[in-house]
């Protein structure tokens, strides 16, 4: 996979509030977009269910690479169980509630 060299990356509150970030990628100029280069959707409050909005994916699901932060202890399905703290993750776009859809990262953000 190719680096990618970014001609401009703000950072901070300036990363936050710019809307698109221009780069060079195998020698073809590309665009990004703050939520392109920034998979970490936030934390997530959910007990029953993996999240259904807030993502990068159309309509605002989640795609391949989102992350989250759960602040609460999650059990899906009665036998999966992912602590308070645990980083989860999107394998594929719209994961929807399947559990094999979902990465779990022991280690926080």
Same mark, same amino acid.
């Given at each position: 996979?190719?680096?990618?060299?970014?001609?401009?990356? +703000?950072? &901070?509150? #300036?990363?936050?509030?710019?809307?698109?970030?221009? %780069?060079?990628? &195998? %020698?073809?100029?590309?665009k990004?977009?703050?939520? !392109?280069?920034?998979?970490?959707?936030?934390?997530?409050? %959910?007990?029953?269910?993996? +999240?259904?909005?807030? &993502?990068?994916?159309?309509?605002?699901? +989640?795609?391949?690479?989102?992350?989250?932060?759960l602040?609460?202890?999650?059990?899906?399905n009665?036998?999966?169980?992912?602590?308070?703290?645990?980083?989860?993750?999107?394998?594929?776009n719209?994961?929807?509630?399947?559990? &094999?859809?979902?990465?779990?990262? #022991?280690? !926080?953000l």
């Amino acid at each position: 996979m190719a680096q990618k060299k970014f001609s401009q990356l +703000p950072t &901070g509150s #300036a990363f936050m509030a710019a809307s698109w970030i221009a %780069g060079v990628e &195998g %020698g073809v100029s590309v665009k990004y977009s703050p939520d !392109q280069v920034n998979p970490f959707r936030g934390d997530y409050a %959910g007990t029953t269910s993996f +999240p259904t909005t807030g &993502g990068r994916y159309a309509g605002g699901v +989640p795609a391949a690479g989102d992350r989250w932060r759960l602040t609460a202890e999650l059990v899906i399905n009665g036998t999966d169980f992912y602590s308070a703290g645990t980083i989860i993750e999107a394998a594929i776009n719209t994961p929807g509630q399947t559990t &094999g859809n979902w990465i779990k990262h #022991a280690t !926080q953000l």
